[in-house]
């Protein structure tokens, strides 16, 4: 008990505490920007003024222990936080410049922009050409059928996964085995060709050898797409990010190289829990 | 906590071979046991209330596809009829035909092949065969003819033989009569199409359900019409789009309680509101078939609502990710994967919509109707209203026409459901 109290309290201190802000990001490779976002369900409030740069060319890992509103930022920049009826977003967060939250701005063509991956895979109960098929044909990508075979096959392979799955593009893409159905999200998501994939946690629920696959494919993908990956686990973050930020209560407490963050943290806290004092 | 548990005397390894141990086992194994068979007894116990339903109304009921047909001597070229068959190629052959007097004939007939009692042999509606055998065939007016026509109530009793002997002495002289007739080949027992194509009549002889079944199928398919897409319509928004405030609690409230509202409520809310206020006609399928819409509309929206429900967020999630609209989400994801749980909910609501009698007796539809309905507006009955009224018949021929049509309301039923499960399982997705 005595120990959370202390951490509420050092989270009341450093609530006015101006964020380090240092370009951390180079200005051209800029591709998503936050600025004093504030996120609330209903009268609670889940993100406390977080700004973060966001670059393309690198993978940026969000870490934190659990309900430190690490997934619920990350779902705010491609706006997954509409369908929630309570959460209530503040502040400013643009891509390429533009107000994500501008009442001008197309949420539907956002998001395809800015692709996500969950922390389960949910593939389609569709077959697994359908599956990838599904947003070049809703988004209108494909002219013709031998494109959209393009694109799928295009997909597959950017994902790792053409080769096992080629022979059996019709069966259901919940048959596959829980590593290859979430290659089959990134598949999905990377089809229809998006400028920041975000990833929620996408090895939770997957074995050591099939958290390789996907890690090994993250490292692949990092500079085609902006990356930007939540996990629990600090030394994926460590293994595939070049960037880190870490969040706790809802604030962003340190962000910045991953390599700098992890041997070298700048505040108690981020150092408290990257050597394992909670968390 | 810790320095307690250490304090406490040294444990005892449990002995699990020990006498109450195993007793305990026993009688777990025994109460599983006794558990299964309890399930296994009451699923006896239903399917031989089932087996004996079937049993008996096919047994009751298969009598009524056949008929009792008597042979008729006609003498159509020295008969009353004066008709040429040239004269029946005009345009008033329909008047000419009705205006001929059959019946009479039909009774002369009778009389002459059987003597006096000829007349109680015949039933009372067989001249109308001898009207439509001449309809489609009219050289028959130039020669005598031997006609197959429905033979009275009492001939047929006769016909089941011994079953039917000992309860009167007129019963008891047909029976007789009838092995006469029968060692004659002047009586014979055939499958007749005709139950399947006439409508009712007031001669057990002559009933069909045809009418019936018609009206039956025009009421289903305004209700389906009207019920599933309102009810799928009205549980999408409630789901997706309603907003969650006290008018959507109100409004799911009464969904709930109408769903619950007993049938001729909506019977009384027909004769109202349709034939009162809009003057739609009586007796009709339309009004059958709004007022069973509006009794069938909120199971359909419950059902769709827990299917919608139950459709897993992450393929929400998923939709959207990628960019689908939230129409697109709709009716590319959630709507397919709750499409089988509507479809359970359209049969629930589609079969007590299909054997429901109370509400149609107060539009109308309990009206005698022995034309079969050619449209949504003529005048009809539906099956479970025909079964009441056949039911409600004195002549004991009716009791067998009314088994025969219990038998074709179930397989209808049976049809219905049929076709309902096929397309669920068609749309049953795994994930």
């Known amino acids: 008990m005595n120990n959370v109290g202390d951490m509420m309290n050092d989270a009341m201190d450093t609530h006015a505490e101006p964020i380090a802000d240092a370009p951390l990001v180079a200005p051209d490779t800029l591709k998503m920007t936050a600025r004093n976002v504030d996120v609330y369900y209903g009268a609670k409030q889940a993100i406390d003024n977080v700004s973060i740069d966001i670059g393309m060319e690198n993978v940026t890992a969000f870490i934190g222990p659990s309900g430190c509103g690490k997934s619920t930022f990350l779902r705010c920049l491609n706006r997954m936080n509409d369908t929630i009826p309570i959460a209530r977003v503040t502040g400013q967060i643009e891509l390429d410049e533009n107000d994500i939250y501008d009442p001008s701005m197309d949420v539907v063509q956002l998001r395809a922009r800015v692709g996500m991956v969950f922390q389960k895979p949910n593939p389609f109960p569709k077959s697994i050409f359908e599956n990838v098929a599904y947003g070049p044909r809703i988004h209108g990508l494909a002219t013709s059928k031998s494109e959209l075979d393009q694109i799928v096959e295009k997909s597959l392979i950017r994902a790792g996964l053409f080769e096992e799955v080629k022979d059996r593009l019709n069966d259901s893409g919940t048959a596959l085995s829980g590593g290859q159905q979430q290659r089959l999200c990134i598949a999905r998501a990377i089809a229809v060709d998006p400028e920041v994939i975000l990833m929620d946690e996408p090895c939770s629920a997957l074995d050591p050898i099939a958290t390789a696959k996907i890690e090994e494919l993250i490292n692949d993908l990092r500079g085609k797409y902006a990356i930007v990956i939540v996990t629990h686990n600090m030394q994926q973050a460590a293994r595939v990010s070049q960037r880190t930020a870490f969040f706790h209560l809802g604030t962003l407490v340190e962000y910045g190289e991953t390599s700098d963050l992890f041997t070298n943290p700048s505040k108690d806290r981020t150092k408290d829990y990257i050597t394992g004092r909670y968390g | ?431």
Do not use: C
Not at chain 2, 154 to 162: I, L, M, N, S, T
């Open chain 2, 1 to 431: 906590m810790n320095t307690a548990i250490a304090s406490s005397t040294a444990r005892q390894p449990t002995d699990w071979n020990a006498g109450p141990m195993q007793r305990r086992i026993r009688a777990r194994y025994r109460a599983e046991k006794r558990f299964r068979f309890y399930g296994l007894f009451a699923v006896l116990l239903s399917a031989g209330f089932l087996a004996f339903l079937l049993v008996t109304m096919v047994s009751s009921g298969a009598r009524g596809f056949t008929q009792t047909q008597i042979a008729l001597p006609v003498n159509f070229a020295g008969s009353d009829i004066f008709l040429e068959p040239s004269q029946l190629e005009g345009e008033d052959r329909d008047q000419l035909l009705a205006q001929a007097d059959f019946q009479g004939l039909a009774q002369q007939s009778a009389i002459a092949a059987y003597g006096e009692e000829g007349l109680d042999l015949l039933s009372n509606g067989a001249w109308v065969l001898l009207r439509d055998a001449i309809s489609a065939d009219p050289t028959l007016l130039t020669r005598n003819e031997t006609l197959w026509v429905p033979a009275s109530t009492e001939v047929d009793f006769a016909a089941r033989g011994d079953s039917g002997a000992g309860q009167s002495e007129e019963r008891d002289a047909m029976i007789v009569r009838y092995a006469e007739l029968d060692a004659a080949d002047q009586v014979r027992r055939t499958l007749s199409w005709n139950f399947l194509t006439l409508a009712d009549s007031s001669d057990p002889t002559l009933v069909g359900i045809w009418g019936a079944l018609k009206g039956s199928l025009l009421t289903m398919t305004i209700t389906l019409l009207l019920a599933f897409p309102i009810g799928v319509l009205t549980a999408v928004y409630l789901e997706e789009y309603a907003p969650e405030n006290r008018w959507t609690d109100i409004i799911e409230v009464s969904i709930n309680n109408l769903a619950a509202v007993p049938s001729i409520i909506f019977g009384l809310l027909g004769l109202a509101v349709f034939i009162n206020v809009f003057y739609l006609p009586r007796s009709a399928a339309i009004v059958g078939g709004l007022t069973l819409a509006l009794m069938t509309m909120p199971v359909i929206v419950i059902a769709g609502r827990n299917a919608i429900k139950s459709v897993p967020p992450s393929i929400r999630d998923a939709a959207l990710g990628i960019g689908a609209s939230p129409v697109q989400v709709l009716t590319h994801h959630v709507l397919p994967l709750s499409l089988p749980g509507i479809l359970t909910g359209t049969i629930i609501g589609m079969s007590r919509a299909l054997g429901e009698t109370a509400p149609l007796l107060l539009i109308g539809m309990r009206a005698f109707v022995a034309t079969p309905p050619s449209g949504f507006t003529d005048p009809a009955t539906v099956l479970p209203v025909q079964i009441f009224l056949w039911s409600d018949e004195l002549d004991p021929g009716f009791v067998e026409k009314t088994s025969a049509a219990i038998i074709v309301l179930l397989l209808f039923l049976l049809a219905m459901n049929g076709i309902a499960i096929w397309l669920r399982n068609k749309y049953e997705q795994r994930w």
